[in-house]
């Protein structure tokens, strides 16, 4: 075969946003935590074939944003993910910051739970998605939505991996909002049982380590009781 066809790995650019946060090894001062998203998403990104480039923290100010921004571009990148600063408080600029380098929005702010403030756009050739900060959060949008666009771009055929199961106790009826809940799923008798946590918080990290699986509620799901059907995406 004296040629072949190919196709590029994707580039993926990951830009952190926040004062608050430090790289791992640093000393904590008030209000600051660790910079953890990065490895996650860019564990995400590496599974489905593509290249992780990690430019690191930008501080809280459009134009130490504007500037990772721009070495993204600058680097080739195919798709640009940002996170924390995709929310509507005063620090949260990674709107303003994308519009005013070009980016053309497609959506923001989704029905989702954890999630929400997830934002996607086009700036020229270039996907850019906001992800939440909040670290759960930003690991169940990478699976979601950021592992599926880098498999397509990279050629790749990609499905969710998403089964039948019973719940082991009763869940409450869901608001308006699709809900993503973290829980064990184990085999028993050749059926699969979903245990969900009692604690969902996102930033909670713990939880999802060791969670293998996503309970999947729809908008305004009815109660449902121990037993019952259940949908799962499965995590590994």
Known sequence: HPALN????PLVAIIATGDELLPPGSTLGPDQIISSNAYGVAAAAQSVGARALD????ADRKEAIAALIRRAVQAGADVIVTLGGASVGDHDLIHDVLTSEGMRL?????????G??????RLGNVRCIGLPGNPVASIVCSQLFLKP?????GGRNFRQDVRTARLSAAMPANDLRQDYVRAVVREDAGTLVATPFGIQDSSM???LADANGLIMREPFALA??????????MLR
Not at 55 to 58: C, D, M, P, S
């Open 6 to 9: 190919v196709v590029r790995q």
């Open 116 to 121: 929400k403030p997830l934002m996607f756009g």
């Open 55 to 58: 430019l690191g923290i930008a």
């Open 106 to 114: 497609d959506f923001w702010k989704i029905a989702m739970r954890p």
């Open 205 to 207: 990290l713990r939880m």
């Open 224 to 233: 449902a009781e121990a037993g019952a059907e259940c949908s799962v995406l």
């Open 149 to 153: 666009l880098l498999a397509r771009l």
